[in-house]
């Protein structure tokens, strides 16, 4: 491999991360808990690779997600508009506790329970599209458009605008580097959206959580307008990036050990411990939301200045083997609780009830749909999203028979 080493303590491009971020995060942990690094956006941060210590940060009060308490000329982070920046993964408590607490009956077990249905029929929908194709690229047909579908019903958002807000995302969280422009009119884009959809819902209220909230912010005065859009904003964004790169990397995990995939479907039972083990193993964040020290803290013996840039390497974390033991084995009958994916105290995903059926649906209903489903390149030659933020697949190209009959609904 042709990557930085831990002794010249800086984060190689953006492509080698992408290809196998796993090799060059462990090869850190390996050397030291903690270190003094300079990131891919050539600023310095300190990068904390251990299991243990990873899950202790992300619960630890003095490592806060505030931007506003980051040192001059440390982290800049997404070039988002103030209303759309006013939200959850910037906030800490009390203000992160207020507006958690407006949103999270929303995705309580029991409610999240009632879109089961409705997301199988989703689910059902696109893979007849996929029926009528012997190759098909699941990001773009299926893993994509699953989560931004639930969500976006959710949430209330018209089905011709979700395309749009797709390309807007990907804009801002993998930037193209020869369009320098670009995240910055995609943060445009979304705040005009954003601002006319809320317009539109004062209107025309309907049974929806966006208009839930906004009867929150006019009637109850628990929300101001930026944290309203910030908090539209985010849910969608996460909903969507979130989901799709877990959907997307289980099924080219499942692909790529064929064995494991014949015992899950001989025991389907296995299905939901699976999701597990396959966030554990390859999910959809390297790293978790940058933090900043209100004080001096002390991480694995290491003393972090006030105000520094702190990196959470939960691909690190999540092949210590000193927590999980042979960690580079993907194996469905490991117990992965515990696993750092969907985050670890008071800012563990809200979400994660939504991510976790929204997977088992798409698993169940796309490998029992296509018993000869395969991968149409091979693994060396698929391509992921240019980002530090998330692991994510650009396309995942496969072929839905090997015998040439196509697989259809009945």
Same mark, same amino acid.
């Given at each position: 491999?042709?990557?930085a080493?831990?002794?010249?303590?800086k984060?190689?491009? *953006?492509a080698v991360? $992408?290809?196998?971020?796993? $090799?060059?995060?462990?090869?850190?942990?390996?050397?030291?808990?903690?270190?003094k690094i300079? %990131?891919?956006?050539?600023?310095?941060?300190?990068?904390?690779?251990?299991?243990?210590?990873?899950?202790?940060?992300?619960?630890?009060?003095?490592l806060s997600?505030?931007k506003r308490?980051?040192?001059?000329?440390?982290?800049? %982070?997404?070039?988002?508009?103030?209303?759309?920046?006013?939200?959850?993964? =910037?906030?800490?408590?009390?203000?992160h506790?207020?507006?958690?607490?407006?949103v999270?009956?929303?995705?309580?077990?029991?409610?999240?329970?009632?879109?089961?249905?409705?997301t199988?029929?989703?689910?059902?929908?696109?893979?007849?599209?996929?029926a009528?194709?012997? *190759?098909?690229?699941?990001?773009?047909?299926?893993?994509a458009?699953?989560?931004?579908?639930?969500i976006?019903?959710?949430l %209330?958002?018209?089905?011709?605008?979700r395309?749009?807000?797709?390309?807007?995302?990907?804009?801002?969280v993998?930037?193209? #580097?020869?369009?320098?422009?670009?995240?910055?009119e995609?943060?445009g !884009?979304?705040?005009?959206?954003?601002?006319?959809?809320?317009?539109?819902? &004062?209107?025309?209220?309907?049974?929806?959580?966006?208009?839930?909230?906004?009867?929150?912010?006019d009637?109850?005065? &628990?929300? =101001?307008?930026?944290?309203l859009?910030?908090?539209a904003?985010?849910?969608?964004?996460?909903g969507?990036?979130?989901t799709? /790169?877990?959907?997307?990397? !289980?099924?080219?995990t499942?692909?790529? *050990?064929?064995?494991?995939?014949?015992?899950?479907?001989a025991?389907?039972?296995?299905?939901?411990?699976?999701?597990?083990?396959?966030a554990r193993?390859?999910?959809?964040?390297?790293?978790?939301?940058?933090?900043?020290?209100?004080?001096?803290?002390?991480? %694995?013996?290491v003393?972090?200045?006030?105000g520094?840039?702190?990196?959470? !390497?939960?691909?690190?974390?999540?092949?210590?083997? &000193?927590?999980?033991?042979?960690?580079?084995?993907?194996?469905?009958?490991?117990?992965?609780?515990? /696993?750092?994916a969907?985050? /670890?105290?008071? *800012?563990?995903?809200l979400?994660a009830?939504?991510?976790?059926m929204?997977?088992?649906?798409?698993?169940?209903?796309?490998?029992?749909?296509? #018993?000869?489903?395969a991968?149409?390149?091979p693994? !060396?030659?698929?391509?992921?999203?240019p980002?530090?933020?998330?692991?994510?697949l650009?396309?995942?190209p496969?072929?839905?028979?090997d015998?040439?009959?196509?697989?259809?609904s009945?």
């Amino acid at each position: 491999m042709t990557s930085a080493t831990p002794a010249q303590q800086k984060l190689v491009d *953006h492509a080698v991360l $992408a290809a196998d971020p796993y $090799a060059v995060y462990v090869q850190f942990r390996e050397a030291g808990p903690v270190h003094k690094i300079t %990131g891919t956006d050539g600023l310095p941060a300190w990068l904390v690779t251990g299991y243990d210590d990873v899950r202790q940060a992300l619960a630890d009060p003095r490592l806060s997600l505030d931007k506003r308490n980051a040192a001059p000329g440390g982290y800049r %982070g997404m070039a988002l508009p103030p209303a759309l920046d006013a939200h959850l993964l =910037n906030m800490d408590p009390p203000d992160h506790t207020r507006i958690r607490r407006l949103v999270s009956r929303a995705f309580t077990p029991r409610q999240i329970e009632q879109l089961r249905e409705p997301t199988q029929r989703i689910a059902d929908r696109l893979l007849d599209a996929v029926a009528q194709q012997e *190759h098909a690229d699941l990001i773009a047909a299926y893993a994509a458009p699953l989560p931004i579908t639930v969500i976006c019903d959710l949430l %209330g958002v018209a089905p011709a605008d979700r395309p749009d807000f797709r390309a807007w995302t990907d804009a801002l969280v993998a930037p193209d #580097p020869t369009q320098p422009t670009l995240a910055k009119e995609a943060a445009g !884009s979304l705040l005009a959206y954003f601002t006319r959809l809320i317009t539109a819902k &004062r209107i025309a209220p309907a049974d929806d959580l966006l208009s839930a909230l906004i009867a929150t912010r006019d009637q109850e005065d &628990r929300l =101001n307008e930026d944290e309203l859009t910030s908090l539209a904003f985010l849910i969608l964004f996460a909903g969507y990036e979130n989901t799709v /790169h877990l959907i997307g990397n !289980s099924i080219l995990t499942l692909l790529r *050990h064929p064995d494991q995939l014949a015992e899950l479907r001989a025991r389907p039972d296995r299905l939901s411990t699976s999701v597990e083990e396959l966030a554990r193993y390859d999910g959809p964040f390297p790293l978790a939301v940058r933090r900043f020290p209100t004080e001096d803290v002390t991480i %694995g013996g290491v003393t972090v200045p006030a105000g520094e840039t702190v990196l959470l !390497s939960l691909a690190a974390a999540h092949r210590d083997p &000193r927590r999980f033991p042979d960690p580079d084995r993907f194996d469905i009958d490991r117990d992965a609780t515990g /696993h750092l994916a969907l985050g /670890h105290g008071i *800012h563990y995903c809200l979400g994660a009830p939504l991510a976790r059926m929204e997977t088992e649906i798409a698993l169940a209903t796309l490998f029992d749909r296509f #018993p000869d489903l395969a991968l149409a390149v091979p693994p !060396s030659e698929l391509r992921w999203r240019p980002s530090m933020r998330s692991r994510g697949l650009l396309a995942l190209p496969v072929r839905t028979a090997d015998t040439g009959r196509r697989t259809v609904s009945t």
